[in-house]
């Protein structure tokens, strides 16, 4: 034993620690370290549903490609990493079309954006909206250490490009070039887009008409009716909305009238709010009408439907819009409501109310606005919004492009114009009179406080607060679920669970193909030198012995 540890620590006296010192540092130097290389984000698949057998939004979810920047991927194989405020309609469009798949950073601060920047990002994201993409899309919230990955991955494409307008360089160079490359590969787990089988949208309502000491529930039935609807929007491009002001406004609606009901019930309200908005062609509203018209005579008399759509925006022309689909008759209770809202507008800040007329197209597979729903059934109904066209990209959109505060303000001078109107119209109190005629005034008084709680609201599918503050201020409130038919369904959802996405650092593939030639090179070499070792010996020998008689 004894002499074998002698013959190891002759080993070392000999020239092998020479050679260690060579050996480890390269073996050091090409040696990756698997931390660095690799990053880990959370992402968001972009959203897929179906309505009336028609698909929208990303129909795939497996994505295990090479990452390439906005301007140098070519095929299939390539995955394009991106920012969302770089990419253009044009470029989704060829992405969609011939790219192995897409990963989008969203901005760090929407409301922080240029207009001109705010603008296209709308438009860019309708445009990814109204079609299916049948590759993996992935949204990414803004995160400092993939925003670099981006630019790395970018610096490097505007570098190729100076060379390529530059004089060509020769082709050990360029293949010396793409052997030195880094590249980035791109893993997505956890990723689903399997259907939904609990697809199912909420419809939540309840009623202000509070009873009176020897008064019946069939007393109050017999009171004219007013019925107020929103919708909360629970996906857009991605699986999560920043805030729903509509629902917001609704509440606080709620909240005010709620005190007023308790001592002078001339109206019975109807507050409805339904978790499918445009993109799903309201759907929860044609499911609570068809549910409840044949069954209660006096919705179907109803003098007239207000449904509140994008009220959330500090636009500049500071413009209320009512949307009609039939122009209101001289004389009726929403000619009366609509004179009385321009009138009461004029106070706050001199905000003019103005009507837009647009007939129902039977054709379109998708309506504009809500209250066509009501219209269909011959009920009169309009919608109240900040948006003039139906078309207009911010009813969908995911981004807040106001602060907090501007918001609030929007909010907050909107919500004091509807809540005095209905007020006006309800307790006959004459709008003309200005100041004289508020009724939301002193401890009534409508402050931003009061609607700030509203903002965020979740569907009652992941909480029940929206079910809750119906039942703190309206009676008979009940929640009911629409669900897809089975053999014909009018809309179907989709698993929406958040993934991961890992981002390696790895060399192409021609630089495993270098390495081979590298490794069979230095095998062959080694294997003549140490066959050969007596003629190469006896070589060095003479060659020094031939410096030493010449020195």
Known sequence: MFEEADNFADLFRGGLPYYLLITLPILIICSSNPVLAASEFGVQRMSQYDVHGVAYGCRASALNLEAKSLYTWQTSRHCVLTRLQDMTIDHFREIRAKAGGLVVLLPEDAAALSLEDKQHIHLLEQAMMVQDVPVPVYFSKYDPKLNGIIDEVTRTTVRNQKQ?????????????GSISANGYQVVVSGASHAVNKQSKIPIVQGELAPLKPGKTLDGDNKLPLIIVTAHLDTFGLTNSRQSNSDVAVLLTLVELFSKLHASIPKYRLIFLVSESGLLLNFQGMKKWLDSNLDENVQIQHAEFVVCLDTLGKLLTNENIYMHVSKPPKEGTSMSGFYKTLRTVAQRYGNVSVEGVHKKINLADTLLAWEHERFSMKRM???TLSNVKSHKDPLRNTIFDDDTV?????????????IAEALASHIYNVPAEDGAAGEIFTGSMAISREQIK??????????????????????????????????????FMLYDDRDALLNIYNVKPAVFDLFLTFMIAAYLTAAYFAIFHFPRLYGFVCRMTVAKTKVN
């Open 405 to 417: 505060e501007e918001q609030l303000d929007a909010l907050e001078r909107n919500v004091k114009i």
């Open 380 to 382: 009169p109904a309009f």
């Open 164 to 176: 390529s307008t530059q004089k060509r360089d020769s082709a050990f160079s360029e293949i010396f």
């Open 453 to 490: 709680p509203w903002l965020n609201i979740r569907s009652t599918q992941q909480n029940n607060d929206l079910k809750y503050a119906f039942e703190k201020y309206l009676r008979n409130v009940k929640v009911t679920y629409e669900k897809p038919d089975a053999r014909e369904p009018d």
